[in-house]
């Protein structure tokens, strides 16, 4: 532990003020902080990778700009949006078991723009997913 000794200006009498600081020097203060930037530099390293990842399986006109928030938030209405074309599968499935028709009508046959560019990112990567 070091103690400095200070002169801080005079006061209104003309008499100068001493005061002593003293100052903590512990080498092992700086192993926590390091390890704590390294801990939040991995952190970074970790959801970089990540939102690059979610970028690249996300179609490119659901994400706006490149920013976290814009990859996240197209992601978001990409998830969405595939979890209403699953609802709409399941139903028509359902549907199909329940009373089968003679062939599917001209509509059903044609898939909307997002319905296609979906199906294409679905197909062309194999999604893998841990158990955690």
Same mark, same amino acid.
């Given at each position: 532990?070091?103690?400095?000794?200070?002169?801080r200006?005079?006061t +209104? &009498?003309? +008499?100068?003020?001493?005061? *002593?600081?003293? @100052?903590c020097?512990?080498?092992?203060?700086?192993?926590?902080?390091?390890?704590?930037?390294? %801990? &939040?530099?991995?952190?970074?390293?970790?959801?970089?990778?990540?939102?690059?990842?979610?970028?690249?399986?996300?179609?490119? /006109?659901?994400?706006?700009?490149?920013?976290?928030? $814009? @990859? @996240?938030?197209?992601?978001? +209405? /990409? @998830?969405? +949006?595939?979890?209403?074309?699953?609802? $709409?599968? &399941?139903?028509?499935?359902?549907?199909?078991?329940?009373?089968?028709?003679?062939?599917? $009508?001209?509509?059903q046959?044609?898939?909307?723009?997002?319905?296609?560019? *979906?199906?294409? %990112?679905?197909?062309?990567?194999? /999604?893998? /997913?841990?158990?955690?």
């Amino acid at each position: 532990m070091a103690v400095l000794h200070c002169r801080r200006p005079s006061t +209104e &009498e003309g +008499e100068p003020r001493d005061r *002593n600081i003293t @100052i903590c020097c512990r080498t092992s203060s700086r192993t926590p902080t390091m390890s704590h930037i390294t %801990v &939040e530099r991995n952190r970074r390293k970790q959801m970089n990778d990540n939102l690059k990842v979610l970028r690249s399986l996300t179609p490119c /006109f659901y994400i706006k700009k490149g920013d976290q928030a $814009s @990859i @996240i938030g197209g992601v978001i +209405e /990409f @998830i969405k +949006e595939l979890h209403q074309v699953l609802q $709409s599968l &399941e139903s028509q499935k359902r549907r199909k078991s329940l009373s089968p028709s003679p062939g599917p $009508s001209p509509r059903q046959l044609q898939p909307s723009p997002r319905q296609l560019a *979906n199906a294409n %990112v679905i197909s062309s990567h194999s /999604f893998q /997913f841990d158990g955690a």
